[in-house]
């Protein structure tokens, strides 16, 4: 039913009242809404203008006030509070459109003597800007000057007064980046501008506000940054990449732009994959939710995929190898066969896992002409030829039994590719972890055209593959690339404590360094970390930890205890969970289920939660003792420190809003201090 006058919820305000508010009271602001929208003649004895300000203040009960701001024909509401709170709320702040941006804009009011004089220090960072470019970026006029003339810590101060949009413009020119003006666009209704889209959540029926207020639409469904955007509805001539630190919002992008490409392509088939499959199941759940109308797209794992085209063309199951056996068959052909006096057991098995396997390498000539760039130790001609003959003896073991590995079982798709069913368009997440003969075959299923290939990824979360050129399997990006830069998920104090583990560049698959960390506007509370000198403490403690959570109000679905080590979590982890009263959900066996979430830093690569404890981060466990040992060289031994390194990030750039770091002994030196 669409009602008598529409409202729009602010994105802020709509996070705050989801997190603050029981249900009971948020039935209430529904109720009070709706009867706003229904029946506004009814409705309008309960509402107050104020002049100064330009806010309406409309009665919800006896005691909370909810504010408002026109907009074209809709009354957005900014703000829900206590009688008190809303009026002093009120006074320091007021509302307009700005004439530049268009933006809606409730600033907070310029009073103190502070704030309004206009001194020149000898740092004044936006000094070197003018007025007339500052005025184009959103900046109120009231701030101009005040903002040219402050120090970094003053500019900091001014920009808690103004709209999130202008303060990601103006800290990224702190950053150091080019900021364009937002593209000047006339519309007659200000809701429906492209500066305001992602900000407020238009709402015409009751059905919809039920849904926004009691969490049926997650944010990432509804409001999407304009630099997200972008990536969703940009048309590329060919294949085109996202990239961006933690938290900026990739999946996001990923999930919208495959159900756009889907909707607009009603005959093509369209897919959306990665290579974890605990973060497909996830990614699968999100896009069904967000369009389960769409019967072209294919939302699911990679290897998934593979296995089940692999038992299509060759009529048969393809029988997995383990780990395990995979090394067995390695340490076999290393016995039988004469080991190079400068190469080790462990660099054949880490080679044969990291270059002939991800490659999908069959014949010497390949591994002759296959790029290690991104290996440690640089390997000659002659030195590969050398080595072949273990690799070629690995492959006749496992033939013998017919077992494959996941780089084999996809060289055999791109074998007979020509008889794969083709796909109109594919979308992939978490690009950086996919093995090279895996792009290969996803640039094979998707014929060369208009919006064929979009990449997502990030280098610095890269865990498990080493780097490799895209353009050495086909894949050419160059001038259709984007980089996200706003942490939309994390706290300013998590994000700066994950992103000091990693150096201050990184290298993307084409070699271009880009630096690791994002700009987060989110505030919040400082990361707890401790060291004790047993398990048994930290086991304590966490349980602690965890109790204080739950009655805080968390639900245990929202927190996450990760580590390094399945061991570390059955033997540390459930043990305080247990201590905590809590149910548990391990992710090794799915998502679904209640109790806090278990998993390892490598499962949880994707995923986000309201608090995480990362536990057992200390010397031996992260970096890995075992993962270092295997190496032969420095380089080696660097390359392997890098991804440990990256994986002790993943895992502390999960939470929203609260993380706690625990170490049993001698904390790891990854955290310094």
Do not use: C
């Not at 940054?225 to 509805?233: D, G, I, K, N």
């Not at 974890?276 to 769409?294: C, D, Q, S, V």
């Not at 979009?454 to 894949?475: C, E, K, M, N, S």
């Not at 993943?650 to 002994?665: D, F, I, M, Y």
Request: hydrophobic letters at 40%.
């Amino acid at each position: 039913m669409l009602l008598g006058r529409t409202i729009a919820l602010d994105h802020d305000l709509l996070s705050r009242l989801r997190k603050t508010f029981d249900p009971k009271d948020l039935k209430e602001v529904e109720s009070q809404l709706f009867e706003l929208m229904a029946d506004p003649a009814k409705a309008e004895s309960k509402l107050e203008y104020k002049k100064h300000g330009g806010f309406f203040v409309f009665d919800l009960s006896k005691a909370r006030r909810a504010i408002l701001v026109e907009a074209g024909t809709s009354l957005v509401v900014v703000y829900v509070g206590n009688h008190d709170d809303a009026y002093d709320w009120i006074e320091s702040r007021k509302v307009g459109i700005h004439p530049e941006t268009q933006e809606i804009q409730v600033i907070r009011v310029i009073k103190s003597e502070k704030e309004v004089v206009i001194e020149k220090p000898i740092e004044a960072p936006l000094r070197p800007f003018s007025a007339e470019y500052l005025h184009s970026l959103g900046v109120p006029e009231e701030y101009i000057e005040p903002m040219r003339n402050a120090t970094e810590e003053g500019l900091l101060d001014l920009l808690e007064g103004l709209p999130h949009p202008v303060q990601e413009r103006i800290l990224a020119i702190l950053e150091g980046k080019p900021v364009a003006p937002p593209p000047k666009v006339r519309v007659a209704d200000p809701l429906r501008h492209p500066n305001n889209r992602y900000r407020y959540l238009l709402i015409e029926t009751k059905e919809e506000l039920e849904r926004a207020l009691f969490g049926d639409w997650e944010d990432w469904m509804v409001f999407l940054h304009p630099a997200q955007r972008l990536s969703v509805e940009q048309n590329y001539k060919g294949p085109a990449k996202v990239t961006g630190a933690a938290g900026t919002g990739k999946t996001v992008v990923a999930i919208h732009r495959a159900v756009r490409l889907a909707r607009e392509n009603p005959d093509s088939r369209v897919l959306l994959t990665t290579f974890n499959k605990t973060l497909a199941r996830l990614i699968e759940a999100g896009a069904r939710k967000l369009a389960p109308e769409l019967e072209n797209l294919t939302v699911s794992h990679l290897d998934r995929l593979a296995f089940g085209w692999y038992q299509e063309l060759y009529g048969k199951k393809p029988r997995m190898v383990s780990d395990n056996d995979a090394k067995a068959a390695i340490e076999q052909a290393i016995s039988e066969q004469r080991l190079p006096e400068w190469a080790s057991p462990s660099f054949v098995i880490s080679e044969w896992r990291r270059v002939v396997d991800a490659w999908g390498i069959k014949e010497l000539d390949e591994y002759l002409k296959v790029d290690r760039s991104g290996r440690g130790t640089p390997l000659n001609a002659s030195r590969r030829k050398e080595i072949w003959p273990i690799f070629a003896r690995v492959h006749e073991l496992l033939a013998s039994k017919n077992l494959l590995t996941w780089g084999r079982l996809a060289r055999s798709l791109l074998d007979r590719a020509s008889d794969l069913k083709r796909f109109g368009h594919v979308v992939v997440d978490e690009v950086q972890d996919l093995r090279p003969v895996q792009l290969q075959l996803l640039r094979e299923i998707v014929p060369e055209g208009e919006n064929d290939l979009f990449l997502a990824g990030d280098a610095a979360q890269r865990i498990y593959q080493t780097r490799v050129p895209w353009r050495h399997l086909g894949i050419e990006t160059v001038g259709r690339s984007q980089r996200l830069w706003i942490n939309y998920r994390t706290t300013r104090q998590i994000a700066e404590y994950a992103s000091q583990i990693l150096p201050a560049e990184v290298q993307e698959a084409e070699g271009e360094s880009v630096s690791p960390r994002a700009i987060s506007l989110l505030d919040g509370e400082r990361p707890q970390v401790q060291v004790f000198s047993s398990p048994g403490e930290e086991i304590k403690a966490l349980a602690a930890w965890l109790k204080h959570l739950t009655e805080e109000g968390f639900s245990p679905e929202q927190i996450a205890v990760v580590a390094r080590t399945n061991k570390l979590l059955q033997k540390r982890a459930k043990a305080a969970i247990k201590q905590a009263g809590l149910a548990v959900t391990d992710m090794k066996d799915g998502t679904e289920g209640p109790g806090v979430r278990l998993a390892t830093m490598h499962r949880v690569k994707g995923m986000e939660f309201r608090a995480v404890a990362v536990i057992g981060v200390e010397e031996g466990v992260v970096p890995n003792t075992y993962a270092l040992d295997q190496q032969e060289t420095e380089a080696d031994r660097n390359a392997a420190l890098a991804l440990e390194r990256q994986l002790l990030f993943v895992a502390l750039s999960r939470p929203r809003e609260k993380l706690w770091v625990s170490a049993a002994g001698r904390k790891s030196q990854l955290l310094g201090d």
